[in-house]
Every structure is written in structure tokens, then in C-alpha cells.
């Protein structure tokens, strides 16, 4: 079984005037959703800091193949998850030969219904790991380190 994803990028400007002169600022969509992304490059590549950049939407991309890989688990399990937080993280490593994001760092806050078994929950967030797309696609590893605990 497979799937097949596309999207659109646009672009308008000018490289003429040089590096520091050409605007970063571009768009994304993905039908049939109707939501368009708007985006930059980072800021420290002249981008625009109040647009989202490809390396925000890589780590972002990873932690939410997590959450939907994780909920499905749980759901099947009979798990009641009430909450869900990832901080997650990157660093861009410009010193490599061929410069790219280091591991992408996953912390999930896993808030379960009271009684529910910590160790569980902990196992299923690490197979769903294991199933998530997007993390099994990527080159560079991502690493998910997991807390959880009961809701209020």
C-alpha cells in the first residue's frame, strides 16, 4: 500500500542585485488542504523570523509522525491519553562537510487518565517510535525521551 504526497511552492523576486538583496520569503500548499504555509529561510540566512523556516517544519514534521504514531498505539491499547507536549529540538551543524540538522530531540509529556500504567504508556510511545514515518525516513536520528504523567 502506498501513499503519495505533493505540494506547491511559490516564489517571486529577483537574485540579480546579489545574496543580500533577494527576498526569502515563499509559499507552500498542499491540496486538497487549503491552508497555505507561509515561509522564510532561517533568520540567520536573512530570513524573515516571524515566518516558519524548512528546518522548524523538519523537527516540527517529527514530532507530530510522533503524537499521531503514539495516539494510534494508545488507542488500539485501550490507553486513556488526556494530554500531549513535545518540546522538540535541533541544531543546524554548519561545520560538517555536508552541512545538516543533528539528531532531532523529542521530550513528550504523556498526561494519562489516573491508574493508568506508567511503563505502558512508555512502551508504547517507544513501538510507536518505531512505526513513525516520518522519524524512519529522516537521515538523522530522532530520539524520543518520554514523561508521563497522571491528569489532574
Same mark, same amino acid.
Given at each position: 500500500?502506498?501513499?503519495?504526497? #505533493?505540494?506547491?511552492? $511559490?516564489?517571486?523576486?529577483?537574485?540579480?542585485? /546579489?545574496? !543580500?538583496?533577494?527576498?526569502?520569503?515563499? @509559499?507552500? $500548499?498542499?491540496?486538497?488542504?487549503?491552508?497555505?504555509?507561509?515561509?522564510?529561510?532561517?533568520? &540567520?540566512?536573512?530570513? @524573515?523570523?516571524? !515566518?516558519?523556516?524548512?528546518?522548524?517544519?523538519?523537527?516540527? #514534521?517529527?514530532?507530530?509522525?510522533?503524537?499521531?504514531?503514539?495516539?494510534? @498505539? #494508545? &488507542?488500539?491499547? /485501550?490507553?486513556?491519553? !488526556? /494530554?500531549?507536549?513535545?518540546?522538540?529540538?535541533? $541544531?543546524?551543524?554548519?561545520?560538517?562537510?555536508?552541512?545538516?540538522? $543533528?539528531?532531532?530531540?523529542?521530550?513528550?509529556?504523556?498526561?494519562?487518565?489516573?491508574?493508568?500504567?506508567?511503563?505502558?504508556?512508555? !512502551?508504547? @510511545?517507544?513501538?510507536?517510535?518505531e512505526q513513525c514515518y516520518i522519524a524512519n525516513t529522516l537521515v538523522v536520528p530522532v530520539e524520543l525521551e518520554v514523561k508521563v504523567v497522571d491528569a489532574a
Open positions: 500500500m502506498t501513499h503519495s504526497y #505533493a505540494t506547491r511552492l $511559490t516564489w517571486q523576486g529577483s537574485t540579480g542585485a /546579489g545574496y !543580500r538583496a533577494y527576498p526569502r520569503d515563499h @509559499a507552500v $500548499t498542499a491540496a486538497p488542504a487549503e491552508q497555505e504555509l507561509a515561509l522564510s529561510a532561517d533568520p &540567520a540566512f536573512r530570513g @524573515a523570523p516571524e !515566518r516558519l523556516n524548512p528546518e522548524q517544519l523538519v523537527v516540527a #514534521a517529527a514530532s507530530s509522525c510522533q503524537l499521531l504514531s503514539f495516539l494510534a @498505539a #494508545a &488507542a488500539r491499547a /485501550g490507553v486513556d491519553v !488526556r /494530554g500531549y507536549a513535545d518540546d522538540a529540538t535541533s $541544531t543546524l551543524d554548519l561545520s560538517l562537510e555536508r552541512p545538516r540538522l $543533528t539528531a532531532i530531540r523529542l521530550a513528550a509529556v504523556v498526561e494519562v487518565a489516573p491508574g493508568t500504567d506508567h511503563a505502558t504508556v512508555e !512502551r508504547l @510511545a517507544h513501538e510507536a517510535h
